[in-house]
């Protein structure tokens, strides 16, 4: 194996590597998203957790903030909670934030 042909897997393994990485921190935002959102809905312990199983299986179906961010709008809409749209987006930047520092630090 040459040097370029070292050079060119390493870069395909760090490229296999950060996207795994930003996979389990998206997911996992979105289940710390879905327990957020849960809460405030006045969901029981054991519906939150399927809601924000929910979230997270929504986002692997329709890839893209939009999916989420709409299904947690309409629940928020429906339950009557004043939640703008931009605190739900802060939310959802912050969490994503906390998730990719988490994996950065505990692997």
Do not use: C
């Amino acid at each position: 194996m040459t040097t370029f042909d070292q050079r060119e897997k390493a870069f395909e393994d760090k490229f296999v590597h950060d996207d795994h990485m930003l996979f389990m921190a998206k997911a996992r935002s979105l289940r710390a998203l879905g327990l957020w959102a849960a809460k405030k809905l006045g969901k029981d312990p054991e519906e939150a957790v399927t809601y924000a199983e929910a979230l997270v299986q929504l986002d692997i179906d329709k890839p893209g903030q939009n999916a989420v961010f709409s299904r947690i709008r309409q629940d928020f809409d429906a339950a009557r909670l004043t939640d703008t749209d931009a605190s739900i987006h802060k939310q959802m930047e912050d969490l994503l934030a906390q998730s990719v520092e988490n994996l950065r630090k505990n692997g």
